[in-house]
């Protein structure tokens, strides 16, 4: 990819994202950020949430 391409690549991103209207930007980011998993979940998978579900249970 040469810089042009890169820079046009760019230009294009962040025209777009500043062309909406900033109700929707904030809407996506919220819809992002609460579709993020968890970071214990993320670090260490399913490891501590298979112990934390068993000692709940006993």
Same mark, same amino acid.
């Given at each position: 990819?040469?810089?042009?391409?890169? #820079?046009?690549?760019?230009?294009?991103?962040?025209?777009? *994202? /500043?062309?909406?209207?900033?109700?929707?930007? $904030?809407? +996506? =980011? #919220?819809?992002?950020?609460?579709?993020?998993?968890?970071? *214990? /979940?993320?670090?260490?998978?399913?490891?501590? $949430?298979? +112990? =934390?579900?068993?000692?709940?249970?006993?």
């Amino acid at each position: 990819m040469s810089v042009n391409d890169y #820079l046009k690549y760019m230009t294009e991103t962040f025209l777009t *994202h /500043f062309e909406q209207p900033k109700a929707d930007r $904030v809407k +996506l =980011k #919220l819809e992002r950020r609460e579709a993020k998993l968890p970071v *214990h /979940f993320q670090l260490f998978g399913l490891l501590p $949430v298979s +112990l =934390k579900m068993f000692f709940r249970r006993s």
